[in-house]
């Protein structure tokens, strides 16, 4: 079975550009969750997605947004970049949104503001 | 409000010795734990997870983690450290809103 996925691996953009990360769940799994992971700390979630609508979003200023699709994939954007928005971006799925649900990650998008 | 602590940032062990790797965390209802590892340039793996079920908790690849209430700890052990096992481990907890809150992460090294 396949895992999450997400694209692009690495991405090098400058300050004020905009991105967008994808990231496509494993297959039955119905909620996506971002989270922004800057070297040598853990990770720090950002928003959760449940059937298209947002169930949870972090403390990550509005220049953030993210949206769901009817396949469930999802898209995690961020305008006006900056450097410290550096970071490795990870996708995780699971099968509904709840306590009693793991979260799978996947390998994560290597961002590089420069 | 949830959080989670993990009381060393490195740990270091000879091959074949245990392993301990200790989290601390607090909560203000009966919490939802889980340890996940990171091997270099990677995503996050989930290692167990604590749902308020059997106390003691078996993973993948050896590792277990022990629930204990009184002492608000949920710490990560394995009987024989393989070379392997060489990663960033972290210890984390559910929040409402499908959040999770990770610790800092302890870097394990595995000496031959």
């Known amino acids: 079975d396949a895992g999450v996925t997400q694209s692009p691996t690495h991405l090098i953009k400058t300050r004020g550009q905009h991105v967008t990360l994808r990231c496509s769940p494993i297959?039955?799994?119905?909620?996506v969750s971002w989270y922004q992971q800057v070297l040598g700390q853990g990770p720090q979630f950002i928003f959760q997605?449940?059937?298209?609508?947002?169930?949870g979003r972090g403390n990550f200023p509005d220049r953030f947004s993210a949206r769901q699709f009817p396949n469930y994939s999802s898209e995690l954007n961020v305008n006006a970049l900056l450097l410290g928005d550096s970071a490795l971006y990870l996708c995780?799925?699971?099968?509904?949104?709840?306590?009693?649900?793991?979260?799978?990650f996947g390998p994560g998008t290597r961002l590089t503001v420069t | 409000a949830q959080s989670v602590t993990q009381l060393d940032s490195h740990v270091s062990v000879s091959e074949g010795t245990p392993v301990l790797l200790r989290c601390n965390y607090s909560?203000?209802?009966?919490?939802?734990l889980f340890w996940y590892v990171q091997h270099p340039n990677k995503g996050l793996q989930l290692l167990l997870k604590?749902?308020?079920?059997?106390?003691l908790v078996k993973g993948i690849n050896g590792f277990e983690a022990e629930f204990k209430k009184s002492e608000t700890s949920f710490h990560l052990t394995k009987p024989s450290a393989h070379m392997s096992d060489a990663a960033e481990y972290f210890c984390?907890?559910?929040?409402?809103?499908?959040?999770?809150?990770f610790g800092q992460g302890t870097e394990l090294s595995v000496k031959p």
């Open positions: 995780a799925s699971s099968p509904r949104t709840g306590s009693s649900y793991e979260q799978y």
């Open positions: 297959s039955g799994h119905k909620s």
């Open positions: 997605y449940y059937e298209k609508e947002e169930r």
């Open positions: 909560s203000s209802y009966s919490p939802s």
């Open positions: 604590y749902t308020s079920a059997a106390t």
């Open positions: 984390s907890i559910y929040n409402q809103g499908g959040k999770l809150i």
